[in-house]
């Protein structure tokens, strides 16, 4: 299951999300977004677990859990948005 992690600090690291999401089972992977030109963490991020059950019980502990003093917005991460749809119309 894939698990939207936000409202993170700055500071936060994969290594601070390991070790807090680890306490709840196996995990997959760990992905903070980071802006592509200053490397500075966006505040958000994604934790992959294999375990559904797993990755229930990590979502309904660690929502709004404190994390270098920023309360986690922890929730299943929704399907990506398809980019393609909309745009300007008056173009022909």
């Given at each position: 299951m894939?698990?939207?992690?936000g409202?993170?600090?700055?500071?936060?690291?994969?290594?601070?999300?390991?070790?807090?999401?680890?306490?709840?089972?196996?995990?997959?992977?760990?992905k903070?977004?980071?802006?592509?030109?200053?490397?500075?963490?966006?505040?958000?991020?994604f934790?992959?677990?294999?375990?559904?059950?797993?990755?229930?019980?990590?979502?309904?502990?660690l929502?709004?859990?404190?994390?270098?003093?920023?309360?986690?917005?922890?929730?299943?991460?929704?399907?990506?948005?398809?980019?393609?749809?909309g745009?300007?119309?008056?173009?022909?």
């Amino acid at each position: 299951m894939n698990i939207f992690v936000g409202n993170l600090a700055s500071e936060t690291s994969e290594e601070d999300l390991q070790q807090t999401f680890e306490k709840y089972g196996k995990i997959h992977s760990i992905k903070l977004i980071k802006d592509m030109f200053s490397g500075v963490s966006k505040g958000f991020g994604f934790v992959e677990m294999p375990s559904k059950a797993e990755a229930e019980a990590a979502i309904k502990e660690l929502n709004v859990y404190v994390l270098n003093g920023k309360p986690m917005t922890v929730h299943e991460a929704r399907p990506p948005r398809d980019k393609r749809k909309g745009g300007n119309k008056r173009r022909r």
